[in-house]
């Protein structure tokens, strides 16, 4: 089991650098508790504008966002992390757009400032799966637009699409819809356009493919059943009441 500091983790994977980490933050933000209710009802801006906003979200799913990670991926969380709601809105300097990269390291500082989040991340093997190549090679598209990576991201039960997609991404949206995590061992290193309908009940969408025969059939990949290494963030300390300055 392999341990490591935040920071050092994605300077590792080459998402940010460790100077970036240590220095991005929102210029100013907000985080207050929001009204409970159903968690299925918050949501959150879409990367590329200005600013950055969500609402009605637990911390479990705000950690992810901030991170990059699904939800089996925390290790440690209290039994409110999904229950507890909160609201934030922050707007970074001047001139940055917030591609989903730039506002990890602004939303990982925050909730270090606001929680007072402590992590480390551990390597664990898992049950799940490998994203790789079908028989007969893939079926992608490639994006031609430019557009900034994860645009345009919709993953809805029996919808995956967006633009502009790394194939590590992909795996990582396909992870809910599979029940498990999905690591991508592709070796595909561009960036494509995904559409993909699968019948998230078969019983009421008789017509469409299974996951992960719509998979193998549009995409020209397919899931493979195997222990996999997982990148899990653990909760060291967090507070259940955020600061407001």
Avoid: C
Avoid at 179 to 185: C, L, Q, T
Avoid at 201 to 230: H, N, W, Y
């Amino acid at each position: 089991m392999r341990k490591f500091s935040a920071v050092l983790l994605f300077g590792m994977l080459g998402m940010t650098s460790v100077a970036v980490e240590a220095q991005a933050s929102f210029e100013v933000a907000t985080v207050k508790a929001a009204p409970q209710g159903n968690a299925a009802q918050g949501g959150w801006s879409l990367p590329g504008i200005g600013s950055f906003w969500a609402k009605s979200l637990p911390l479990a799913r705000l950690i992810q966002l901030a991170y990059g990670i699904n939800d089996e991926q925390i290790a440690g969380k209290p039994g409110w992390f999904e229950t507890d709601l909160f609201d934030v809105n922050a707007k970074p300097e001047d001139g940055v757009k917030l591609s989903r990269e730039e506002l990890k390291p602004r939303l990982q500082g925050l909730l270090r400032e606001r929680f007072h989040l402590e992590t480390h991340f551990e390597t664990r093997l898992q049950k799940g799966y490998a994203l790789i190549l079908a028989k007969d090679g893939p079926r992608l598209t490639a994006t031609k637009a430019d557009k900034p990576p994860g645009w345009r991201a919709g993953v809805y039960p029996g919808r995956v699409e967006g633009k502009n997609w790394s194939m590590p991404f992909l795996a990582m949206q396909l992870g809910p819809a599979a029940g498990s995590p999905v690591v991508d061992k592709t070796g595909l290193t561009g960036s494509y356009d995904v559409a993909l309908l699968y019948a998230a009940d078969a019983e009421k969408d008789p017509g469409l493919p299974s996951l992960f025969t719509a998979i193998r059939e549009t995409l020209g990949l397919q899931l493979e059943a195997q222990k996999v290494p997982v990148e899990t963030l653990v909760i060291d300390r967090v507070d259940r009441v955020p600061t407001s300055y």
